[in-house]
């Protein structure tokens, strides 16, 4: 079984400033999906970037950026210039088939993110 | 486009009742996941709705169930509630669920209370 793994439970970063989210997961598969969702304190569950474990190249989504790390099984996600809307909690997320041929994707116990200004 | 959309928002009821939540997928979307998110936890998995069937399913009891319409709506029925049952209840759909490629997009989440 996928297990994922955020072992910050709560950061903060101050406005405009750099922050990195960590997450670890462990697997034996090879080919798999890799997710950042983020619930802002309004509830609704926002996908911020995902990464495809065969490619090497870290996906970057405007100021969000991923390191990925396969050996590792790391998958960081850099916030660059932090905004207040960044505020939020940030999920990690694996994504595989299931022995009956199906997506399942397993979550992260989360980051809470507070920017301040 | 239509996003994910639940309700009701927020629910209370007592131990030992049922209690009905609804979910309407993102437009052009088929399949259905429902997971239960505790206070300060992630998303656990409770079930997932493809073709009006059950196709996969988390570690949860048979209390929870579920079904899926001809439009791809989806309902969560848990019966017998006990206070552990407490929780945001989140659906997610997305297209067929057959690639670890798929997204799933959430709704807002249903937030039950039991008494």
């Known amino acids: 079984a996928q297990t994922v793994t955020q072992s910050q439970p709560e950061m903060s970063v101050q406005e405009a400033e750099t922050v990195t989210l960590s997450c670890t997961y462990d697997?034996?598969?090879?080919?798999?999906?890799l997710f950042w969702y983020k619930q802002p304190p309004s509830r609704q569950m926002i996908l911020v970037i995902r990464?495809?474990?065969?490619?090497?190249q870290n996906a970057t989504e405007n100021r969000f950026s991923v390191n990925f790390q396969k050996a590792a099984k790391s998958f960081s996600l850099k916030i660059s210039d932090s905004q207040l809307g960044d505020t939020a909690m940030y999920f990690c997320?694996?994504?595989?088939?299931?022995?009956?041929?199906?997506?399942?994707?397993?979550f992260g116990t989360g980051t809470k993110l507070q920017v301040i200004p | 486009d239509a996003g994910v959309t639940q309700s009701p928002t927020h629910l209370i009821k007592t131990r030992g009742q049922q209690v009905t939540l609804r979910c309407s997928p993102k437009s052009g979307h088929d399949t259905v996941s429902w997971y239960q998110q505790a206070l300060g936890q992630g998303p656990q998995f409770i079930f997932q709705?493809?073709?009006?069937?059950?196709?996969q399913r988390g570690n949860f009891p048979d209390r929870f169930s579920g079904h899926q319409f001809p439009n791809y709506s989806s309902e969560l029925n848990v019966n017998a509630l006990l206070l552990g049952d407490s929780a945001l209840y989140l659906c997610?759909?997305?297209?067929?669920?057959?690639?670890?490629?798929?997204?799933?997009?959430f709704g807002p989440g249903t937030r039950l209370t039991v008494l």
């Open positions: 997320a694996f994504s595989s088939m299931n022995s009956g041929g199906y997506q399942k994707v397993t």
């Open positions: 697997t034996s598969e090879n080919n798999y999906y």
């Open positions: 709705y493809y073709e009006e069937e059950e196709r």
């Open positions: 990464q495809e474990a065969y490619k090497q």
């Open positions: 997610a759909s997305s297209s067929e669920g057959l690639s670890f490629t798929d997204t799933q997009y």
